[in-house]
């Protein structure tokens, strides 16, 4: 199968700082540009962020501050990124949310106007989310080879539930029959409330995950400004979150 263009197509994949368009920086960009003749380029430039990279981040992409210390900066390489791009249209997995706008502020600090407003964006992700649904119907469907009678009934999703996780562990040698090792497989993020707001750093310590203050421990923060406490208990957050909180400064205060 090949792609029907009228322009070229660049897939792009972008390593970064971070996850915060403002904050953080790219580190490499990779371009896959795909002529309407089906010829294909690749380009992929490596450059010096100018803030350190996070050693958790190193561990993801395995970029190091020392890997970048002699590479152009982006604003150095934004033109010929420019211009390597042209007219294209972007695609990439999870690029709408991500890789485009980090993108776009990036190439406006180098002091470039990136028009997006005549280019088209192609999202990999968003195809396979909204073709490959991945809710309780399609999973009881996918492992069970069934249709989810009374869908969104509670009885009814609680037992095909109970039936899909049988199923997994059936299908799937890697998966251990024991809650423990399931519990820890299926948990994506370590947060140390429920909503997220506060996570585990890599050294397992409460981290700030919003706000200000994001990426800075509990311990650091409150010592800082033992304000902010004050203000999150009066603020809108889930009762749960402050609860978290709350026996965080009992056990400090309790250590003291």
């Known amino acids: 199968m090949q792609l029907s263009l009228h322009k070229p197509l660049a897939f792009f994949d972008l390593e970064t700082t971070g996850t915060h368009y403002i904050r953080d920086r790219i580190i490499e960009i990779s371009i896959l540009k795909v002529m309407p003749d089906q010829s294909t380029h690749l380009r992929t430039w490596l450059v010096n962020p100018g803030i350190p990279i996070p050693p958790e981040v190193s561990k993801i992409h395995g970029?190091?501050?020392?890997?970048?210390?002699?590479?152009p900066?982006?604003?150095?390489?934004?033109?010929?990124?420019?211009?390597?791009?042209?007219?294209?249209?972007?695609?990439?997995?999870?690029?709408?949310?991500f890789d485009i706008p980090m993108l776009a502020e990036e190439m406006l600090r180098a002091g470039i106007d990136f028009d997006l407003s005549k280019r088209r964006f192609v999202d990999v992700q968003n195809i396979f989310h909204r073709m490959e649904p991945r809710n309780l119907a399609a999973a009881y469907r996918?492992?069970?080879?069934?249709e989810l009678?009374?869908?969104?009934?509670?009885?009814a999703d609680v037992t095909a539930t109970y039936?899909?996780?049988?199923?997994?562990?059936?299908?799937?040698?890697?998966?251990?029959?024991?809650?423990?090792?399931?519990?820890?497989?299926?948990?994506?993020n370590q947060n140390a409330d429920l909503a997220g707001f506060i996570i585990y750093n890599a050294d397992g310590k409460e981290t700030f995950n919003f706000g200000k203050?994001?990426?800075?421990?509990?311990?650091?923060?409150?010592e800082r400004d033992p304000g902010y406490y004050s203000w999150?208990?009066?603020?809108?957050?889930?009762?749960?979150?402050?609860?978290?909180?709350?026996?965080y400064r009992l056990s400090k205060i309790n250590h003291k």
């Open 163 to 188: 039936e899909i996780l049988k199923a997994q562990l059936q299908r799937y040698q890697e998966l251990q029959n024991d809650i423990g090792f399931l519990s820890q497989f299926s948990t994506k």
């Open 149 to 155: 009678e009374n869908a969104h009934s509670a009885e």
């Open 142 to 146: 996918f492992y069970c080879n069934r």
């Open 232 to 247: 999150i208990l009066n603020a809108e957050f889930p009762l749960y979150t402050k609860k978290v909180l709350t026996a």
């Open 73 to 97: 900066s982006f604003k150095d390489v934004a033109g010929e990124i420019n211009h390597f791009l042209g007219n294209a249209d972007l695609a990439g997995y999870n690029s709408n949310k």
């Open 63 to 71: 970029i190091t501050d020392e890997m970048v210390s002699d590479k």
């Open 213 to 222: 203050y994001k990426g800075q421990t509990l311990e650091e923060v409150f």
